[in-house]
């Protein structure tokens, strides 16, 4: 019997989690820096490509050296097992020696998006005491304002551009031992914490164990992609993003293959990196597909042959995007839902068996089904909410109360996305059961955004909800009720947008504003945002008014 650590929701709320595949059988003691990093550095690899980043290329040996001596020097801080430790830095190898080094070590790793802001990483610090952190020089600035909040946070170590009394993550490499022994952590010890505002805009941290980390690679990566040493992976989510964690880090390590890291997305960066880097699987948004295809002649103007594989998440892949895709450029493109709560992808597309349109079948060692408010199945054909069984679940840091809401029916998951199965096992997904928006691939809270609103002292009230767009899926969009004596006027609309963008990620802000007189409510008061999304989405059709 196992103990449930700290932190963690008690063993009734606890996912129910099935390792149904010869590979999901992890020994009792298991750490995932040392499978990811010194299994290959150790095991034949040494001499590997394990990272590539612009002209910089790393090998497994001398990723393994990074690792160790940064490791050495965290620990001469004082920094041991169990401790938590923020990452805020783009997609540099830094991030990802960073987070090794953590996991060799048994500190648990709190990774953040570069975009958000210091409300935002406030309340991480506070809600997963993490005592050090990790920044790059070019985005500290926020971090260092959350600090005056969150008193935990006493340590900054900087990588990067640093600043004269830095403690610079380089200086701490400097004179430690290149060996370091994995710490004799347990399948189920606590390895990082991944923040998701999901619909209400007060962020939850998912725990995801040593062994869960793992499971996504050997059931999703494993089956799905069948990777060999010879791939390269890449594309633009952030790595703190457990879509980057697992598509940038974790899959190819496990493979004994290489990431190749590059900047924010950019349609034409991305494809030339695809060239020249030779990337052979590629993880992006449908957006970014989409943004790629407009390129003029991009089939024609870059070589994309290297790409084997290309794999679409975060946002539903609706069929004209998949077909223009494969039709133009001859790669497949594999649609896959995942979550924070689930780490990584549980229901996707096969190569060869691709049905457009739906998101794909169960991925091999998960167990899905469509089920209703009771948790009973409902009939093919029929529209439920979606729930999931396999080896990672949801497992809230301190949230007892939203771990049951993700967590039911006896230990499924349940993500809140509307979901038909088809007789012949295929899943389409048809919508949100809540107030998530989906814009792009980001997750934008509406709860959260109108709260930012109304602080602003034009504003009476607020009302956030999503919007069709051709680009994005859709953008958030805001009624407004300003207060008496204020006017609408496409100045005052660009300051809230503006202030959403000072106060939070900047991804959050609403791309349309529409003034109202008041906002649709029931009678007990509360904003009907049904109301408003069924208004958008006949409007966009071409119905409404
Ligand atoms: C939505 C999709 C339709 C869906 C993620 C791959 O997106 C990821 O994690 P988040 O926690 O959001 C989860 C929610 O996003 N979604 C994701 N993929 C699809 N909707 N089709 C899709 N293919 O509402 C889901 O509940 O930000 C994606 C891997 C790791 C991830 N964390």
């Not at 040392?34 to 090998?59: H, I």
């Not at 958000?116 to 506070?126: F, G, H, K, P, Q």
């Not at 996707?348 to 991925?363: E, M, N």
């Not at 958030?476 to 207060?483: N, Q, R, W």
Request: aromatic share 8%; charged share 25%.
């Amino acid at each position: 019997m196992t103990t449930i650590p700290e932190g963690l929701p008690s063993r009734d709320l606890f996912p129910e989690r099935v390792y149904t595949l010869p590979e999901l059988r992890y020994p009792e003691r298991l750490n995932v820096g040392r499978e990811l990093l010194d299994a290959n550095a150790e095991g034949g690899r040494a001499g590997r490509p394990a990272v590539f980043a612009g002209e910089q290329v790393l090998t497994y040996g001398e990723l393994q050296k990074k690792v160790n001596r940064l490791g050495n020097g965290l620990r001469a801080l004082g920094l041991e097992r169990g401790a938590r430790v923020l990452l805020r830095m783009p997609n540099v190898p830094e991030f990802i020696i960073t987070w090794l080094a953590c996991q060799k070590l048994g500190i648990i790793t709190v990774g953040t998006m570069p975009m958000l802001r210091s409300r935002e990483l406030a309340y991480i610090v506070n809600d997963a005491e993490t005592t050090a952190a990790v920044v790059w020089g070019g985005i500290r600035e926020e971090l260092e304002k959350a600090q005056r909040e969150a008193p935990s946070l006493k340590r900054l170590i900087v990588a990067g551009e640093t600043k004269p009394g830095d403690v610079g993550l380089h200086d701490l490499l400097d004179g430690q031992p290149e060996r370091l022994a994995a710490e004799d952590t347990g399948a189920n010890d606590v390895a990082m914490i991944a923040y998701t505002s999901g619909s209400t805009g007060i962020p939850k941290g998912c725990v995801h164990f040593h062994n869960d980390i793992l499971a996504s690679a050997d059931s999703y990566a494993r089956y799905v992609l069948t990777p060999s040493e010879e791939d390269r992976f890449g594309g633009h989510p952030t790595l703190a993003f457990t879509f980057g964690t697992g598509g940038l880090m974790v899959f190819p390590f496990r493979f004994g293959a290489a990431p190749v890291l590059m900047g924010p997305f950019q349609p034409e960066a991305m494809l030339e990196t695809i060239q020249r880097s030779r990337l052979s699987v590629c993880f992006c948004a449908p957006t970014s597909y989409r943004l790629m295809l407009r390129v003029p002649e991009m089939e024609r103007r870059y070589d994309l042959r290297s790409l084997r594989l290309s794999v679409s998440a975060a946002e539903p892949l609706p069929a004209a995007t998949y077909e223009e895709w494969v039709k133009r450029t001859g790669i497949e493109l594999l649609d896959g839902i995942g979550s924070t709560e689930m780490f990584h992808i549980f229901i996707s597309s096969l190569p060869r068996r691709v049905r457009p349109g739906a998101t794909g079948v169960p991925v091999p060692g998960y167990d899905c089904r469509v089920v209703d408010e009771e948790g009973q199945e409902v009939p093919t054909g029929t529209a439920g909410l979606v729930a999931m069984k396999g080896p990672t679940g949801c497992k809230y840091w301190r949230k007892p109360e939203r771990q049951a809401e993700y967590v039911r029916f006896g230990g499924w998951n349940v993500t809140g996305d509307v979901y038909i199965k088809d007789p012949d096992g295929y899943f389409s997904y048809q919508c949100r059961s809540d107030d998530m928006i989906v814009s792009g691939g980001y997750k934008i809270p509406g709860p959260e955004v109108e709260r930012v609103l109304d602080e602003h002292p034009a504003v009476a009230e607020s009302a956030v909800v999503a919007t069709p767009d051709a680009t994005r899926g859709s953008v958030v969009k805001a009624y407004v009720v300003l207060k008496a004596g204020r006017t609408a006027s496409e100045a005052l609309a660009a300051e809230l947008q503006e202030h959403i963008k000072r106060e939070l990620a900047p991804y959050k802000y609403p791309r349309r504003i529409e003034f109202v007189e008041g906002l649709p409510r029931t009678e007990t008061g509360k904003i009907r945002r049904v109301e408003l999304r069924r208004q958008e989405a006949e409007r966009a059709r071409g119905q409404g008014p």
